[in-house]
């Protein structure tokens, strides 16, 4: 059997039918394809309909963390250079790109024009395709919703040979489906967005420190005046101090120039020991992180130091070591929020199995038009843990069985471990797509979370 080989490999071997085992970003996740890279989209579409006894499924830039983006034994078809803008019109911000391009590629196309992505992820480099098949959100969901709601048209290719168009009058349940469906429904080819105007290409933030919990959730989440609000949480803090950290809250400049980021990343040459990252350490590190006394107060910075700060370093995930890393994300309704985020913090400190990344924010009331759409109204909480075997597993699964008794459920593209019955508890309508799922059309994810129980 061939290495394994990590995204960036992926996409620079020109694979041609030749069998590549492919990990997930996080790295715990692998699978065996045959893979193909397509220059066009006919050629994509002809690829997906060539009638192969083995399933297919779309590869853009692999940034899934879990096996979303895998198909054992299958056909991946890379997509990562169908990145050709189709049309622009910059009096309305309504753009419309072939699926391989990038939050990268967009925003430098659209910021030195004063439109930004009304929604993003925490990277950009992330495809179109990507965010509508994973129904990406950002910082701003409670005013914003996620990146489906914004979406105004889907070109999609079947496998039947068909090439249709999808939207809310047009083939409209499926692109109920398509959007959240983790690209299920067929190859996507282009996407039609509706982009927001700003006038600079800085942001205006404002950081406090939050003592408690309690603390956070009673803080005026939302304001008009500002769009954007996450926190970051000391995972490992216990008692009194569970989920002190920082609130920050951010929104475009009023003024500014409109440049956009730089390609200067800090290289990981190599994968750091296994025991690098430990609670010990993720322990000094929260401490240094808590007592910065420049990261309170407001400041104006880039967009991309905001929404992207962990692109800077090239494959970060190269900091976990060989075996990766392993997200927790989920959301809860806020009936429950406040204790059930109490509960996995506490799982988290007792076990001590420290995140450096501890993120906690909420999102709003606006619904998605996907039908697998992960955020609901409430709190959600992202945690990373390195992988350290079955101890991190059974704090995931813990972490799993106070979500699902809280009424929440699991984030799809972060996930790993996900159990077919969470899966089905938290999306009860899975059915409706798998009723359109493109019968060439198969994933790892998909193949784990619908298994019949033997």
Known sequence: MSRPVHY???????????????????????????????????????ELASNSSLPVLAYGRGRSYGDVCLNDGGRLLVTDRLNRFIHADWSSGRVVAEAGVTFDDLLRVAVPRGWFPPVTPGTKFVTLGGAVGNDVHGKNHE??????????SIGLARS?????TLSREENADLFAATIGGLGLTGLITWVEIALQPIRSAFMD?????IPDLDAFFHLPQYDSDWPYTVAWIDCLAKGRDTGRGFFIRGRHAPSGQLITHNDRRIRVPFDAPSSLLNAHSVRVFNAFYRRRPWALGRKTIHYDAFFYPLDVIDEWVRLYGRRGFFQHQSVVPMASAIDTTRDLLELTADLGEGSFLTVLKLFGERSSPGILSFPMAGATLALDFPNRGDTTRRLLARMTDSVLAAGGRLYPAK???????????????????????????????????????P
Do not use: K
């Open 205 to 209: 933030i404002e950081t406090v420190a």
């Open 8 to 46: 960036r490999e992926v996409l620079l071997s020109e694979p041609a039918g030749n069998l590549q085992v492919v990990e997930s970003w996080g790295r715990t996740q692998q699978a065996r394809h045959i893979c193909r890279r397509c220059f066009f989209v006919d050629d994509a579409a002809a």
């Open 160 to 164: 039947s040979g068909e090439s249709l």
């Open 415 to 453: 996930d790993a471990t996900m159990s077919a019955e969470a899966f089905r508890a938290g999306y009860p309508a899975w059915r409706t797509v798998e009723a359109h799922r493109d019968p060439a059309i198969m994933s790892d994810f998909w193949r784990r979370v619908t298994a019949e129980p």
């Open 143 to 152: 005013v914003a919703g996620s990146f489906g709601c914004h979406v105004r």
